[in-house]
């Protein structure tokens, strides 16, 4: 059997990355990846999901002709995020299967063995995402086939340090991504430059009163983009005000933050 019509047949996806929320964002591989796409894959979850959802369709509408591919749109599983300490992985575990029950589903339902399939990450697909994870679970199940390749995306760390017009990382120093959770732990060891995601808590209040400037932005990308910079001791105040304001207003936020340990000398 000659190696086409071994491929014959096999469904496709691409895994884009469409940047942190503006259409103008995706880069050219993620465009033509788009237009190459028959079956949109959206899923998303709670307070944020009609929001994000219609962000993901103006995207769509931005760059493709209109018609000619569909769009599933399936709701995420909540996570339980009454688990804390050791329960934690296990929570993310079953949390990890459901959506994989769900994706599997949507794989073998929603596209034919000649169709392309796109899910669209925010940001970046190897940045806080499960959709490679559980791409790799449905296909250890075995139950449905498929190949995937994954594009890039303007992560909402880059986007955020562009709207500072700063850097992540200071000359020849390192950087830390973490989150919020890890960030309530402690400032992490060795590093002064650390950039804090999946922060429900403003767990930078820990740190006011230690020389730290903060570079803070929610929505970054968006037309609701709100961005702060400055000595955290300032800053926090202020923030806290404006996301409290933003969170109100809209009944969810999304925000990612620098802390910058100022070194003696800075
Ligand atoms: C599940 S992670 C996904 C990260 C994404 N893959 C990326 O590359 O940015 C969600 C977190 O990303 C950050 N985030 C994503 N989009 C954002 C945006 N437009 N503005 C601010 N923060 C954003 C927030 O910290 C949020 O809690």
Do not use: C
């Amino acid at each position: 059997m000659s190696a086409v019509r071994q491929t014959r047949g096999v469904r496709e996806i691409h895994v884009i990355g469409i940047g942190a929320g503006d259409p103008d964002q995706l880069t050219l591989q993620a465009v033509k990846a788009l237009r190459s796409t028959d079956v949109f894959f959206i899923l998303d979850k709670g307070e944020a999901k009609a929001d994000l959802t219609r962000l993901r369709r103006d995207m769509l509408d931005a760059h493709l002709p209109e018609g000619g591919y569909r769009v599933v749109e399936a709701r995420d599983p909540e996570r339980d995020r009454t688990a804390g300490g050791s329960a934690y992985s296990p929570a993310v575990g079953d949390w990890r299967s459901a959506r994989a029950d769900i994706y599997e589903q949507l794989i073998a339902r929603e596209l034919a063995e000649d169709e392309t399939g796109a899910f669209l990450v925010w940001g970046d697909p190897s940045l806080y995402d499960s959709t490679l994870g559980i791409l790799e679970e449905v296909l250890e199940r075995g139950t449905v086939s498929f190949v995937y390749d994954v594009v890039p995306g303007i992560s909402s760390v880059s986007a955020l340090v562009a709207r500072h017009r700063t850097g992540l990382n200071r000359v020849a120093r390192p950087v830390q991504i973490t989150t919020g959770r890890r960030l309530a732990e402690g400032f992490p060891e060795g590093v002064d430059d650390v950039v804090v995601m999946l922060d429900a808590h403003q767990t930078f209040r820990a740190y006011t009163g230690q020389d730290v400037d903060i570079y803070w932005g929610a929505y970054i990308g968006t037309p609701d983009e709100i961005l702060v910079s400055g000595p955290l001791d300032e800053a926090a105040p202020r923030i806290e005000r404006l996301r409290a304001e933003a969170r109100e207003r809209k009944g969810w936020i999304m925000d990612t933050y620098l802390l910058r340990r100022r070194a003696v000398g800075d």
